[in-house]
C-alpha cells in the first residue's frame, strides 16, 4: 500500500526534481506553492516506482495531485487501493486541461465530475511582452513606467540575498501599514511572504527588489520550471507611483540577462477573486488562463437527479434556488448558530471578497458540479421559504457519505431537523447506493439525539467528535 510522509523541507528538496518535472502548468505543483501553504493544506508526500504523488486537504477533504514520474498508470491502480482501504474519496485537485482530458479517457476513473472555479485560474504571459511592452496595448504599463522614472529616477532592480532580510522585513511592516482589513486567505498568504524569502537560496528560488533612495519599494519571488516563470509574490509599496510595472519588468529583464536559458512564459499565478487584482492582471494581456479543475470520481453525486424533491408531510427537500441565496447568506453567517455545525466563515479562507448573496450560492452550485456534496434546502412546503440545509458530503471510494442538517434557530427543537436529515439518509441510501455516517460534537446533545433518533449508532470518538454510523437495511 502506498505511504505518505509528512512535508518536510528535506523531502521537499528531495522530490524538486519529479515537481521540476512535471508536465502540468499549474503553478500549484511548484516548490514555492508548496513550501508556502503546507502549513494550512497537511501536504504529504508519497514515492512509487520512480513515481510522485502528492496529498493535501482541499475543501476539507483529501485530494492528490495527478501522478507526477515515471510511472502514472501504476500509480492510479495503487492510488485506487489506497482510497478504498482507507475509505477516502478520490479526488484530483489542480488538473489542468490535458490532464482532465487523461482522466476522462481512463476507463478505472468512472463517474467522474469536476468543475473549476475562476478565482484559482492562472494567468500566463509571454516574457517577450513583459521585457519590452511593445505597442499599443501596453501603452498604460510604460506611461506608468516613464512616470516612475521621472519622480525617482532610473530604476534600481538587483537579486535579493540574506543580508538583505532585514529589509524585506521592514518592507514587510510598512506593507502591512497600508492594508487594513485582510481576509483570511490574504493574512495566510502575508504570513508566508517572509518565510518564502528566507528560503529562497534552499530552494532555488529568485528573489528581486526595487529600491529608492536605497530602501525596498518592491520585491518579487520568482522560479524557473520548464519553459515558465512562475511569480509566487509581487509586492510593493502604495506610495511609489507606477512602482508595479517597473518591477514586474525589470525582475524579467533582471532574470533573462543572468539565466543561461530564459523561459518563455511567465505564470503570475491566480487573482483570488480580487476585483482589482483581476482587472490588473488583464491589463498586461495573458496569453493563456490556466483553469485548474477539482476532479471526483466514482463520486455517487454523478447519481444524483437534479430538481429531486423530497417530501414528508409539512418537511420539504429540495435544490437550494437562485431565490434561496438572501437566506443562505444569513444561514451561513449566523455565527452562533454555526458555532456547532463546526463553521466560522470569518476564518474560511475560501471567501476572498466582500460578503454578497453569491457569496455562499456560488461554493454550493461548485461543490455539486464538482461532485463533493448534494445539497438540500428545507422547506415546509415546496414553495415556501428556506428554513435550514441538508448535505450530503464526504463521499468515500468504500461506498459512505456523511449526512448534516441544520436550520434556522426558529425552527430548532420542533422535529424539522430529525425529519430532514432522515430524509436525506435514506435518499442516500436508495436512490445514491451509499451507506450513511454522521458526526457531531460531544456537546451538541440535539444532533445527537436527531442522529440516533434516524437509526444511526455510534461507533467512536475522538477529541472533537462522536462517530455514528446507520445501519444496513436489513439489519434494521
Not at 499549474?26 to 508519497?46: E, H, P, R, T, V
Not at 473549476?116 to 511593445?134: I, N, P
Not at 528573489?207 to 522560479?223: R, Y
Request: contains cysteine; negative net charge; glycine residues 6%.
Amino acid at each position: 500500500m502506498l505511504q505518505f510522509e509528512p512535508f518536510s523541507e528535506a523531502l521537499l528538496i528531495k522530490y524538486l526534481p519529479y515537481i521540476r518535472n512535471t508536465q502540468s502548468l499549474c503553478s500549484d505543483f511548484s516548490a514555492g506553492c508548496l513550501y508556502m501553504w503546507n502549513k494550512y493544506l497537511n501536504i504529504q508526500f508519497c514515492l512509487w516506482n520512480d513515481t510522485l504523488l502528492i496529498r493535501e486537504i482541499i475543501g476539507g477533504q483529501v485530494a492528490f495531485s495527478y501522478p507526477i514520474g515515471a510511472n502514472p498508470e501504476g500509480m492510479i491502480d495503487e492510488l485506487k487501493a489506497y482510497v478504498y482501504q482507507n475509505r477516502l474519496p478520490l479526488r484530483f485537485f489542480a488538473v489542468d486541461g490535458k490532464t482532465l482530458e487523461s482522466i476522462q479517457e481512463d476507463k478505472r476513473l468512472k463517474h467522474a465530475m469536476w468543475a473549476y472555479d475562476r478565482r484559482w485560474s492562472d494567468y500566463v504571459y509571454r516574457v517577450e511582452d513583459a521585457l519590452m511592452f511593445k505597442g499599443k496595448r501596453f501603452s498604460g504599463q510604460r506611461n506608468h513606467i516613464n512616470r516612475f522614472k521621472k519622480l525617482y529616477g532610473e530604476p534600481h532592480i538587483r537579486f535579493l540575498t540574506e543580508d538583505d532580510s532585514r529589509s524585506v522585513a521592514e518592507f514587510l511592516e510598512t506593507y502591512a501599514k497600508e492594508h487594513r482589513g485582510w481576509l483570511e486567505l490574504e493574512k495566510r498568504e502575508f504570513e508566508q511572504t517572509k518565510n518564502l524569502f528566507d528560503a529562497c537560496r534552499m530552494l532555488g528560488l529568485y528573489s528581486a527588489g526595487l529600491f529608492v533612495d536605497e530602501k525596498l519599494a518592491a520585491f518579487s519571488i520568482g522560479e524557473i520550471s520548464g519553459d515558465m516563470l512562475l511569480i509566487h509574490t509581487e509586492k510593493a509599496l502604495r506610495k511609489y507611483e507606477g512602482v508595479y510595472p517597473t518591477m514586474y519588468s525589470g525582475f524579467i529583464r533582471l532574470l533573462s540577462e543572468a539565466v543561461n536559458q530564459m523561459p518563455k512564459f511567465i505564470n503570475r499565478e491566480d487573482d483570488s477573486g480580487d476585483a482589482g487584482l483581476r482587472t490588473s492582471k488583464m491589463q498586461y494581456h495573458p496569453t493563456a488562463l490556466i483553469h485548474k479543475y477539482l476532479v471526483h470520481v466514482g463520486t455517487p453525486a454523478a447519481k444524483a437527479v437534479r430538481g429531486t424533491v423530497l417530501a414528508e408531510k409539512d418537511i420539504v427537500l429540495t435544490e437550494i434556488r437562485e431565490s434561496d441565496r438572501q437566506a443562505y447568506l444569513a444561514l451561513n453567517t449566523d455565527e452562533d448558530n454555526n458555532r456547532l455545525w463546526g463553521y466560522d466563515y470569518r476564518k474560511d479562507p475560501g471567501i476572498t471578497g466582500a460578503l454578497t448573496e453569491d457569496t455562499f450560492y456560488d461554493s454550493v452550485l461548485f461543490d455539486m458540479q464538482a461532485g463533493d456534496s448534494v445539497n438540500f434546502a428545507v422547506r415546509q412546503s415546496e414553495d415556501g421559504p428556506m428554513i435550514g440545509e441538508t448535505i450530503l458530503w464526504n463521499f468515500t471510494s468504500d461506498g459512505f457519505a456523511e449526512v448534516g442538517c441544520r436550520l434556522f434557530p426558529a425552527y430548532h427543537g420542533k422535529g424539522y431537523g430529525r425529519r430532514a436529515f432522515g430524509l436525506t439518509a435514506d435518499y442516500a441510501e436508495c436512490s445514491l447506493n451509499t451507506r450513511v455516517t454522521a458526526r457531531c460534537f460531544h456537546e451538541n446533545i440535539p444532533s445527537h439525539r436527531m442522529i440516533t433518533a434516524n437509526g444511526f449508532v455510534h461507533v467512536r470518538r475522538d477529541d472533537t467528535y462522536e462517530y455514528f454510523e446507520r445501519r444496513a437495511a436489513t439489519d434494521r
